[in-house]
Nanobody
């Protein structure tokens, strides 16, 4: 399943951005969706995922309390609201289908049938 991330940009420390992940129709009925990021010179890391239940969300420790993942099935879109941004959040952000552990739990890892990363969207946090 090919997903497309958008919404990145340049923001000052402490600022906010909302990223969007567009998915093909009905994808959110069957797949958990994850956000991942890759900073220059670093390995790609998982940031957050949302399972088939809207209440089931997982975050990496470094973004807990600052980032919120959500989804709108009517728009086939998953969002990542990012607040209190820090320079260390600077990275290319990607979305992808995530590993589904159950209807209520996902792991911030690409799913077994994950295809490719796509272009991602650049987030730069700098004054």
């Amino acid at each position: 399943v090919q997903l497309q991330a958008s919404g990145g940009g340049l923001v000052q420390p402490g600022g906010s951005l909302r990223l969007s992940c567009a998915a093909p129709p009905f994808t959110l009925d069957y797949y958990a969706i994850g956000w991942f990021r890759q900073a220059p010179g670093k390995a790609r890391e998982g940031v957050s995922c949302i399972s088939l239940s809207d209440d089931s969300k997982t975050y990496v420790d470094s973004v807990k309390g600052r980032f919120t993942i959500s989804r709108d099935k009517s728009k086939n879109t998953v969002y990542l609201q990012m607040t209190s941004l820090k320079p260390e959040d600077t990275a290319v952000y990607y979305c992808a289908t995530a590993k589904l552990l159950s209807r209520w739990h996902c792991a911030i890892q690409p799913s077994a049938d994950f295809g490719s990363w796509g272009q991602g969207t650049q987030v730069t946090v700098s004054s």
